[in-house]
């Protein structure tokens, strides 16, 4: 949403913000659920009797058609795989032939990646950010629409005992209301989905019992969206001595969920809570199961887990998650970095008899919040990075709380409105907070070499020691941009 017009959505009377969100709901219910969805959810009940033989066959057969329609289509890949033999990928064993690609292959090679003759106007186009904040734009066909979502409502829904039709709250990451509210309320209800959406920017000791409020005034029988927002919201009521607020099921993704959070979501919504898997670029699923596993999801794509040098991870090594989608036919994204780390568990075979690989030790981006003045954990800030196409990537230094500096490696079309954006889709999102902004040529990298979005200097000594130095000569270079 463009920042007037939020602002002038933050303004409207209840009713009408509902409204607003009830026609934007038809909207995309059209999209989601339309043509193909009900078949596709018949046919995907009907799948859970496959064993994996018959699941591995459909797999290479669609696997064939990708490549297919990649190697003759796809200018990108026209270039790319200039040499060789693509004809020879029979399975996903054979995919290592192929070369791997990235964000940065994706930003760089734009609609190249789309097969030709496609219009980006006539597609889905999902954000997504790197793990450095730089945003890409991924286009899924509309026809891919209907079948991910029965994918979400027979294999992840169902499979909690729970669907699209119950009442449900979702804790997520849009501003749907200002960041520096101070009062109730911090959600938003949608009449259309019976969805509480709950803001997961405001949950703080202070605010919980209007949350708490809140879910018993909509009843909500199931939760779910940030597993550690919905946890932090869950210790709170506890520490409070709220009374319990028991649902069927509360279903969580997007950050590493430790056994902590996993105890106090149990302990506090009375259910089990199921840990799940997936991307904007929509190249993988995975969802855990009654026995605890972690199932990869079939038909969505395939994944490999990669070390370090590119080759196969043995079971229990942790390794990059390197995806080929099995449904995107218009923008084929083959053997993808996902920039998400997981391991092969060394048990395969689980007593719920679903016989689709398990993955462990998931890491997601948990680290990746900032930390305001009044003692508020704010996630997902790459969340705030996405609409900005003229930043190359982001790293925020936090210092103190309520204070960081963010230092932006700029593309060409960088100007000083850019960063006037960014500083307004922070703040929308947290509320008070000051931000100093560095132009730099490169975003540091940690001493094990690996980038990072939020870094807080004041937790790791080790960190404040680099990067005091660094922030001083950044000073005096003058390499300040603010945004006015
Ligand atoms: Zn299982």
Not at 193 to 214: F, K
């Amino acid at each position: 949403m463009a920042n007037r017009k939020l602002i002038l959505f933050w303004k409207l009377p209840r009713q009408f913000q509902e409204m607003a969100l009830s026609l934007y709901s038809r909207k995309l219910e059209r999209a989601y659920y339309g043509k193909g969805y009900d078949e596709w959810r018949h046919w995907l009940q009907d799948c859970k009797k496959w064993t994996y033989q018959e699941i591995k066959k459909w797999e290479n057969k669609q696997l064939a058609y990708i490549i297919q329609t990649a190697a003759t289509r796809v200018p990108f890949y026209q270039e790319y795989w200039n040499g060789i033999e693509w004809q020879k990928i029979k399975t996903s064993s054979d995919l290592h032939v192929l070369p791997i690609i990235d964000k940065n292959h994706v930003r760089i090679a734009k609609n190249k990646l789309l097969v030709n003759g496609l219009k980006p106007k006539s597609l889905w186009v999902e954000k997504t950010s790197g793990s450095t904040g730089s945003p890409i734009n991924i286009y899924w066909p509309m026809d891919m629409l209907p079948k991910w979502w029965a994918i979400v409502e027979v294999m992840i829904r169902y499979q909690a005992g729970v669907s699209q039709e119950m009442p449900r709250a979702m804790v997520g990451g849009r501003p749907i209301v200002p960041g520096d509210k101070k009062s109730p309320p911090y959600w938003l209800w949608n009449p259309r989905w019976n969805q509480l959406y709950l803001s997961s920017y405001h949950i703080s000791p202070r605010t919980t019992s209007d949350y708490v409020n809140a879910l018993i005034k909509y009843s909500p029988q199931w939760i779910t969206g940030y597993g550690s927002s919905i946890a932090t919201l869950a210790r709170n009521a506890l520490e409070k001595g709220l009374p319990h607020f028991p649902v069927k099921a509360v279903i969580v993704s997007g950050d590493t969920l430790f056994k902590s959070m996993r105890m106090d979501i149990e302990t506090y919504f009375e259910t089990k809570c199921y840990d799940s898997y997936g991307q904007c670029e929509g190249v993988s699923m995975a969802m855990e199961c009654p026995h605890g596993r972690l199932h990869l999801l079939p038909f969505v794509g395939v994944t490999e887990i990669l070390c370090e040098d590119d080759s196969p991870c043995a079971p229990g090594q942790v390794g990059e998650m390197v995806v080929t989608t099995l449904l995107n036919d218009a923008m084929p994204l083959i053997r993808y970095r996902t920039g998400d780390y997981a391991a092969w568990a060394k048990e395969q075979k689980c007593p719920c008899g679903n016989p689709n690989p398990i993955i462990t030790n998931l890491e997601g981006r948990i680290d990746d919040f900032l930390v305001t003045e009044d003692g508020r954990k704010i996630s997902h800030i790459s969340t705030a990075m996405k609409q900005n196409d003229a930043i190359h990537s982001t790293q925020i230094l936090q210092d103190r709380p309520g204070h960081a500096f963010v230092l932006i490696q700029p593309r060409k079309e960088f100007g000083k409105l850019n960063i006037k954006r960014l500083e307004e889709e922070l703040l929308n999102r947290i509320g008070n907070f000051e931000f100093e902004f560095f132009e730099v040529s490169e975003i540091p990298k940690t001493p094990q070499g690996k980038t990072k979005l939020v870094i807080r200097l004041y937790e790791s000594r080790e960190a404040d020691q680099i990067y005091k130095k660094y922030l001083e000569d950044l000073c005096n270079k003058s390499k300040r941009i603010n945004s006015c």
